[in-house]
């Protein structure tokens, strides 16, 4: 069965970097597109990003677009999230979900790393 | 930007049929996925592509999905699936989820 482990969240202050990462085993981690989903404290699941299987297509929600950037490494089953010009709206717990193709149904999810942006 | 819009909160006795509504500009041409967040618990997929269930989840779970509304119908609702309920939908390749609906099995 498939399994995702979020890390490398933490305290930032506003207008820095932080870099999430999600392992991931117990499927083929290069057969299937990746995202990213995050959720405020207290509020609903927003979609951050996504990447296809092989990097080819990557894609950013307009409240990120140009400061987050999502990669992948399929040699080393790990997903990540690079967050620059951090801000206090990006606080957030960050998922990391496994799609079931591409662009699909997100069928398992990491158990998510908070991120707080507070100076 | 596509915006789904879901009721806030849904109450029911348990045993009863609830329905949670999903609302889009033309929804019925866009395959709709349904989540479960139990608190402190990651999401969990129920329904995906309008009404097909992912293995292990309960057959009381069902799906529809026509015109601009898309709903997700629990029968016979049960205690444990008090929990907040989002929909889901693609939008060329921006994920968009609604806002959420609690319900309540009193």
């Known amino acids: 069965e498939a399994h995702l482990v979020d890390s490398g969240g933490g305290l930032v202050q506003p207008g820095r970097s932080l870099r999430l990462s999600c392992a991931a085993s117990g499927f083929t981690f290069d057969d299937y597109a990746m995202h990213w989903v995050r959720q405020a404290p207290g509020k609903g699941l927003e979609w951050v990003s996504g990447i296809s299987w092989n990097s080819g297509k990557v894609a950013y929600a307009d409240s990120v677009k140009g400061r987050f950037t999502i990669s992948r490494d399929n040699a080393n089953n790990f997903l990540f999230l690079q967050m620059n010009s951090l801000r206090s709206d990006d606080t957030a717990l960050y998922y990391c979900a496994k799609d079931t193709g591409d662009w699909v149904g997100l069928d398992y999810w990491g158990q998510g790393t908070l991120v707080t942006v507070s100076s | 930007s596509y915006e789904l819009t879901q009721p806030p909160s849904v109450s029911m006795s348990p045993g009863q049929t609830a329905s949670i509504t999903c609302s889009g500009d033309?929804?019925?041409?866009?395959?709709v996925y349904w989540y479960q967040q139990k608190p402190g618990q990651s999401p969990v997929l129920v329904i995906y592509?309008?009404?097909q269930r992912p293995s292990g989840i309960p057959e009381r779970f069902s799906g529809s999905n026509s015109g601009n509304t898309a709903t997700l119908t629990i029968s016979g609702t049960q205690a444990m699936d008090e929990a907040d309920y989002y929909c889901q939908a693609w939008d060329g390749t921006t994920g968009v989820f609604g806002g959420g609906t609690k319900l309540t099995v009193l």
């Open positions: 592509r309008d009404m």
């Open positions: 033309n929804l019925g041409t866009k395959f």
